[in-house]
């Protein structure tokens, strides 16, 4: 999405490397349905993973532009039938969007909205411009006037200042001007534009209904209304549709992708197609791949649910150990990472799982999680299981160690809180209270992609999270770089 909340005074701008300012999102754009708004809805509520703190649709009728942005959940705002029917027209564009802020403001909403000399734009982002900080400053210094925080909104600048005619080829020139990730879709009043990023780091998708063509983050915002999956948006492309059809720009010098892939260990729906792969089968491959690099003297095999489901059932079918469901969801607490604050977050642990005592009494766990971040999921978990009556609690994670944060969209904290950037495994292990700690290797998770491993040359995916490797310039991160803090992790987790 739109990333990063932008601190009003850009002299605090060290601050923006802080965990409180990532953010994640989904996009959902619809050209030339009569249901346009109803539909995008929808497909927002097949997306709500995505994002679970705001969500926002804007409808074009063929004169006006109607918007509707709210914080909440997308069924708080949008299943009540007097604010789609607010939202008339045939294009529409929406977006669901996720920070780990409390400081989330309307103004942030997306999708952003502005006049231009064109006439009316509206644009929706998924991902994270790594030069968005550099960007504002300039144009702020140049005389713009920033409505919101977030640095979406220097791509409604860049676009209104391009002395380029034709909107395309504006849009094409304010694209150029961005560093990172982006998956976007936008409106004007005549053409739905979609673009990604020339590596394309976050998912987007082209299906189409009754005719009408969609562009959303993931398929299954695509089967939640029964349209059909075309293909994959490809990196690189700008793709614009308008009364003359569709067509197909490739603005950037061609390179290999490199989707990003946590989408496929975290961050997507198990049930979409990211990339022409099953988001689901991948997972179970993940578990296969740890259950060989990692086999555990177990009784049983339990996912940390719901994220470790898909893993720890490979991990059971290929160790051959039954699987059984030793910590039950309560499906009513949101994500964990949606908690502002470290103490309620740890709080949400409690509150989403708790343990089946009847199948972990007296057994010993091969306990399957898909990735671990900070730790303190796993802490609670790992305890929760002991006075349960585990007897052993063999922690399997279905992903390497996360050593690096992401600056592209995904919300994981600066160093100093990733728990892997600053313990060895058996730090972490006797740390998280576990009996023995394994990962899956970096070629693991390749392997369970359905590569032969790593190409060290040209990764096929963005792993940074895992390796350090950047596929892009990280200017604001360089410009504005902090000497690390001490690290707090023990405390925290504790
Ligand atoms: P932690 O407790 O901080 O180690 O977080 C690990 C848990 O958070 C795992 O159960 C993951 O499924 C989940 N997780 C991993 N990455 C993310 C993310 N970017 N946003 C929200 N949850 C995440």
Excluded at 38 to 58: D, M, N, P, Y
Excluded at 139 to 153: C, F, K, N, P
Excluded at 294 to 317: K, R, T
């Amino acid at each position: 999405m739109t990333t990063r909340e932008i601190p009003g005074n850009l002299d605090d701008l060290p601050n923006v490397n802080g965990d409180r300012l990532r953010e994640e999102c989904g996009v959902f754009g619809i050209y030339g349905h009569r249901d346009a708004a109803a539909i995008t809805a929808l497909g927002l509520h097949a997306l709500q993973h995505r994002g679970e703190e705001a969500a926002g649709i804007v409808t074009f009728d063929g004169t006006l532009f109607h918007s509707e942005r709210r914080l909440g959940l997308v069924e708080e705002t949008f299943s009540k039938h007097q604010v789609i029917e607010q939202l008339p027209g045939d294009f529409a564009i929406g977006h669901v969007r996720y920070s780990t802020t409390g400081g989330t403001i309307l103004r942030n909403v997306q999708p952003l909205f502005a006049e231009l000399n064109s006439g009316g734009f509206a644009i929706a982002h998924n991902g994270n411009l790594t030069n968005g900080i550099a960007l504002r400053r300039q144009l702020v210094r140049e005389g713009a006037i920033m409505q919101s925080t977030s640095d979406t909104e220097a791509i409604l600048h860049l676009v209104a200042r391009s002395r380029r005619g034709l909107f395309v080829d504006k849009y094409i020139e304010a694209l150029r001007a961005l560093e990172g990730a982006y998956s976007l879709v936008a409106l004007t009043n005549k053409k739905l534009i979609a673009a990604r990023d020339p590596l394309g780091i976050r998912p987007l998708v082209l299906g189409e209904l009754d005719g009408c063509p969609i562009v959303t983050s993931e398929t299954c915002a695509l089967d939640i209304i029964g349209a059909r999956y075309i293909r994959d948006i490809e990196n690189g492309e700008v793709l614009v549709f308008d009364e003359m059809g569709a067509q197909m720009h490739k603005p950037f010098p061609p390179t290999p992708a490199r989707p990003c892939i946590f989408e496929y260990i975290y961050f997507a729906r198990p049930d979409s197609i990211v990339g022409g792969r099953s988001v689901y089968e991948i997972r179970k491959n993940m578990g296969r791949e740890l259950a060989r690099e990692a086999p555990a003297d177990a009784d049983v095999v339990m996912p940390v649910p719901d994220s470790g489901v898909p893993a720890s059932i490979g991990y059971a079918q290929a160790s051959g150990i039954p699987y059984e469901l030793g910590i039950i969801r309560n499906h009513y607490v949101g994500r964990t990472f949606i908690q502002p604050t470290q103490s309620i977050r740890e709080w949400g642990v409690r509150l989403k799982h708790n343990a089946n005592r009847a199948v972990v009494e007296g057994k010993r766990i091969a306990l399957i999680d898909d990735s671990l971040v900070r730790g303190t999921t796993s802490v609670k978990i790992v305890q929760m299981m002991r006075e349960a009556g585990a007897t052993e609690v063999h922690f399997r994670i279905a992903s390497p160690p996360i050593t690096h944060p992401d600056y592209y969209g995904i919300d994981t904290p600066e160093r100093d809180r990733l728990l892997a950037a600053n313990h060895t495994i058996e730090e972490m292990r006797e740390l998280i209270g576990a009996d023995t700690l394994a990962f899956l290797s970096v070629d693991g998770i390749y392997r369970a992609t359905g590569e032969a491993g790593r190409d060290p040359v040209r990764p096929q995916f963005t792993d940074h999270c895992f390796t350090g490797d950047y596929p892009t310039g990280l200017t604001d991160q360089h410009a504005h770089e902090t000497p690390p803090r001490q690290l707090s992790l023990l405390a925290e987790a504790s």
